[in-house]
Nanobody
Framework: HVQLVESGGGSVQAGGSLRLSCVASGGTISRRCMGWFRQAPEKEREWVADIDSLSYSSYADSVKGRFTISRDSARNTLYLQMNSLKPEDTAMYYC????????????????????WGQGTQVTVSS
């Protein structure tokens, strides 16, 4: 069981930037598939991005070109750099991990991930 703790959320104006962090314990993130999800009020939780053990990353179309997922293996920390934020990016953001080193497109749903953080709120105003 991997414990995950997110931080870095906040309130920004449209066009601004935030960097989310996710500190992991009980597992080495560089050997696992790590992902970011988000959930807006009254909407389902949706996949945002993931990164595998080879540092190959994938993004949802809605954030491609604006968000960057990365990790610091020495700190066992996952990041999500969010630029050019839009009001529709407003949501609770969660980091998550699933067993294994590879990230599969078919697993990019909440049920495809095993361990979750508590979330950090991002609010973007227009």
């Amino acid at each position: 069981h991997v414990q995950l703790v997110e931080s870095g959320g906040g309130s920004v104006q449209a066009g601004g930037s935030l960097r989310l962090s996710c500190v992991a314990s009980g597992g080495t993130i560089s050997r696992r598939c790590m992902g970011w999800f988000r959930q807006a009020p009254e909407k389902e939780r949706e996949w945002v991005a993931d990164i595998d053990s080879l540092s190959y990353s994938s993004y949802a179309d809605s954030v491609k070109g604006r968000f960057t997922i990365s990790r610091d293996s020495a700190r066992n920390t996952l990041y999500l750099q969010m630029n050019s934020l839009k009001p529709e990016d407003t949501a609770m953001y969660y980091c998550a991990t699933r067993p294994g080193s590879a990230c599969y497109a078919s697993a990019r749903t909440p049920s495809g991930y095993k361990d979750w953080g508590q979330g950090t709120q991002v609010t973007v105003s227009s």
